[in-house]
Protein backbone atom coordinates (compact mmCIF):
# COMPACT_ATOMS: atom_id res chain seq x y z
CA UNK A 1 0.00 0.00 0.00
CA UNK A 2 1.31 3.46 -0.79
CA UNK A 3 0.28 6.62 1.37
CA UNK A 4 0.17 10.10 -0.63
CA UNK A 5 0.33 13.29 0.71
CA UNK A 6 -0.48 16.56 -1.03
CA UNK A 7 1.34 19.68 -0.42
CA UNK A 8 1.96 23.28 -2.12
CA UNK A 9 -1.65 24.86 -2.65
CA UNK A 10 -2.86 28.59 -2.44
CA UNK A 11 -3.64 31.38 -3.57
CA UNK A 12 -2.74 33.02 -6.39
CA UNK A 13 -3.61 35.46 -8.88
CA UNK A 14 -4.59 35.06 -12.38
CA UNK A 15 -0.76 34.32 -14.07
CA UNK A 16 0.72 33.10 -11.43
CA UNK A 17 2.17 30.25 -10.53
CA UNK A 18 2.28 27.17 -7.99
CA UNK A 19 3.98 23.56 -7.67
CA UNK A 20 1.87 21.26 -6.20
CA UNK A 21 3.88 18.21 -4.89
CA UNK A 22 2.60 14.72 -3.73
CA UNK A 23 5.07 12.81 -1.55
CA UNK A 24 4.28 8.96 -1.28
CA UNK A 25 5.61 6.79 1.73
CA UNK A 26 4.84 2.94 1.87
CA UNK A 27 5.84 0.30 -1.06
CA UNK A 28 8.25 1.33 -3.87
CA UNK A 29 7.69 4.65 -5.48
CA UNK A 30 8.69 3.87 -9.02
CA UNK A 31 6.60 0.74 -9.63
CA UNK A 32 3.48 3.25 -9.60
CA UNK A 33 2.15 5.12 -12.47
CA UNK A 34 0.96 8.83 -11.27
CA UNK A 35 -1.82 10.91 -11.70
CA UNK A 36 -3.27 14.13 -11.40
CA UNK A 37 -7.12 14.97 -10.68
CA UNK A 38 -8.88 18.57 -9.59
CA UNK A 39 -12.65 18.70 -8.65
CA UNK A 40 -14.28 22.50 -8.49
CA UNK A 41 -17.10 23.00 -6.69
CA UNK A 42 -19.83 21.59 -8.24
CA UNK A 43 -18.84 20.09 -10.44
CA UNK A 44 -17.15 16.08 -10.88
CA UNK A 45 -13.38 15.28 -10.44
CA UNK A 46 -11.63 15.49 -13.77
CA UNK A 47 -8.52 14.26 -15.00
CA UNK A 48 -5.21 16.98 -15.38
CA UNK A 49 -2.02 15.16 -15.86
CA UNK A 50 -0.40 11.82 -15.65
CA UNK A 51 2.88 10.40 -15.85
CA UNK A 52 4.31 6.81 -16.38
CA UNK A 53 5.91 4.34 -13.67
CA UNK A 54 9.25 4.90 -16.19
CA UNK A 55 8.53 9.27 -15.90
CA UNK A 56 9.33 9.14 -19.55
CA UNK A 57 5.29 9.63 -20.88
CA UNK A 58 3.61 12.38 -19.55
CA UNK A 59 0.35 13.57 -20.80
CA UNK A 60 -2.38 16.58 -19.18
CA UNK A 61 -5.57 17.55 -20.57
CA UNK A 62 -6.19 19.64 -23.35
CA UNK A 63 -7.37 22.91 -20.83
CA UNK A 64 -4.22 22.66 -19.02
CA UNK A 65 -1.54 21.61 -22.10
CA UNK A 66 1.58 24.36 -22.63
CA UNK A 67 0.35 25.65 -18.94
CA UNK A 68 0.72 22.43 -16.72
CA UNK A 69 3.82 20.14 -16.45
CA UNK A 70 3.67 16.86 -14.63
CA UNK A 71 7.04 14.98 -13.28
CA UNK A 72 8.08 12.35 -10.98
CA UNK A 73 11.77 11.83 -8.57
CA UNK A 74 11.52 8.46 -7.97
CA UNK A 75 14.46 9.59 -5.06
CA UNK A 76 12.55 11.51 -3.47
CA UNK A 77 9.56 9.24 -3.94
CA UNK A 78 7.82 12.39 -5.27
CA UNK A 79 5.65 13.83 -7.90
CA UNK A 80 5.02 17.64 -9.02
CA UNK A 81 2.37 19.20 -10.77
CA UNK A 82 3.93 22.47 -11.97
CA UNK A 83 1.31 24.63 -12.91
CA UNK A 84 1.84 28.33 -14.68
CA UNK A 85 -0.40 31.24 -16.25
CA UNK A 86 -3.01 29.94 -13.89
CA UNK A 87 -6.44 30.93 -14.71
CA UNK A 88 -9.95 31.14 -12.58
CA UNK A 89 -11.03 28.28 -13.83
CA UNK A 90 -8.24 25.85 -12.51
CA UNK A 91 -9.39 26.99 -8.97
CA UNK A 92 -9.82 23.65 -7.68
CA UNK A 93 -8.65 20.64 -4.97
CA UNK A 94 -6.29 18.88 -6.71
CA UNK A 95 -5.51 15.51 -5.65
CA UNK A 96 -2.96 13.19 -6.56
CA UNK A 97 -3.13 9.32 -7.27
CA UNK A 98 -1.18 6.10 -7.74
CA UNK A 99 -1.55 2.44 -9.64
CA UNK A 100 0.84 0.03 -9.26
CA UNK A 101 1.84 -1.18 -12.62
CA UNK A 102 4.16 -4.21 -13.67
CA UNK A 103 7.26 -3.88 -15.60
CA UNK A 104 5.54 -4.42 -18.91
CA UNK A 105 3.49 -1.57 -18.13
CA UNK A 106 6.16 0.98 -17.54
CA UNK A 107 5.32 3.03 -20.17
CA UNK A 108 1.55 3.03 -19.82
CA UNK A 109 -0.60 6.14 -18.82
CA UNK A 110 -3.75 6.36 -16.67
CA UNK A 111 -6.26 8.89 -17.12
CA UNK A 112 -9.44 7.49 -15.57
CA UNK A 113 -9.77 7.81 -12.12
CA UNK A 114 -10.76 4.28 -11.68
CA UNK A 115 -7.29 3.54 -12.92
CA UNK A 116 -6.23 4.67 -9.79
CA UNK A 117 -6.07 3.07 -6.22
CA UNK A 118 -4.77 4.91 -3.92
CA UNK A 119 -5.23 8.69 -3.77
CA UNK A 120 -4.66 11.66 -1.46
CA UNK A 121 -6.66 13.91 0.68
CA UNK A 122 -6.02 17.05 -1.62
CA UNK A 123 -4.85 20.50 -1.61
CA UNK A 124 -6.73 23.77 -2.18
CA UNK A 125 -5.70 25.69 -5.53
CA UNK A 126 -7.56 28.90 -5.56
CA UNK A 127 -6.94 31.37 -8.11
CA UNK A 128 -8.01 35.12 -8.10
CA UNK A 129 -8.97 37.07 -11.17
Known amino acids: QVQLVESGGGLVQAGGSLRLSCAAS????????MGWFRQAPGKEREFVSA????????YSTDSVKGRFTISRDNAKNTVYLQMNSLKPEDTAVYYC??????????????????????WGQGTQVTVSS
Open 97 to 118: AATEVGYYSASSLYTRSYDYDY
Open 26 to 33: GRTFSRYA
Open 51 to 58: ISRSGFNT
